[in-house]
C-alpha cells in the first residue's frame, strides 16, 4: 500500500527527493523514518493528509521538506543540504488519527530507500 522511491548516491550538500506514493486507501497521517546501520529506527517527519501539518526532527529542521499532492495520493520529503549522517534507509509509513514520533504506532510501512552521502 505503501511504495517509497527516490533514495541514491549524492555528495554531502546535495540534495535528493524521495517520495511515498499510498494506494488502496487514504490514512490521517505520514512519516518519514530512517535507520542506519546499527541503529534503531528514528523519526525524520511527518505531515497529516487531510489538515495542514508538518513535523520535523530536529536534525534535519531547516533542510528537509515534506510535503503532499493529494490528488497523487504522494507524500513527497525533499532533502537539502545533505550530510553523511543522513545517510540510511528511508521507510514511508502511514496510520490513522495524529502524528506520532515513535514508529511503533504506524500500521503501513513502505520497502524503504537507501540513501547515501558521501563526504
Known amino acids: 500500500q505503501l511504495q517509497a522511491s527516490g533514495g541514491g548516491l549524492v555528495q554531502a550538500g546535495g540534495s535528493l527527493r524521495l517520495s511515498c506514493a499510498a494506494s488502496?486507501?487514504?490514512?490521517?497521517?505520514l512519516g518519514w523514518f530512517r535507520q542506519a546501520p546499527g541503529k534503531g529506527r528514528e523519526f525524520v517527519a511527518a505531515?497529516?493528509?487531510?489538515?495542514?501539518?508538518?513535523s520535523y526532527a530536529d536534525s534535519v529542521k531547516g533542510r528537509f521538506t515534506v510535503s503532499r499532492d493529494n490528488t497523487k495520493n504522494t507524500v513527497y520529503l525533499q532533502m537539502n543540504s545533505l550530510k553523511p549522517e543522513d545517510s540510511a534507509v528511508y521507510y514511508c509509513a502511514a496510520k490513522g488519527g495524529p502524528v506520532r514520533f515513535t514508529p511503533d504506532f504506524y500500521e503501513h510501512w513502505g520497502q524503504g530507500t537507501q540513501v547515501t552521502v558521501s563526504s
Open positions: 505531515i497529516t493528509w487531510t489538515r495542514p501539518g508538518t
Open positions: 488502496g486507501r487514504t490514512f490521517s497521517s
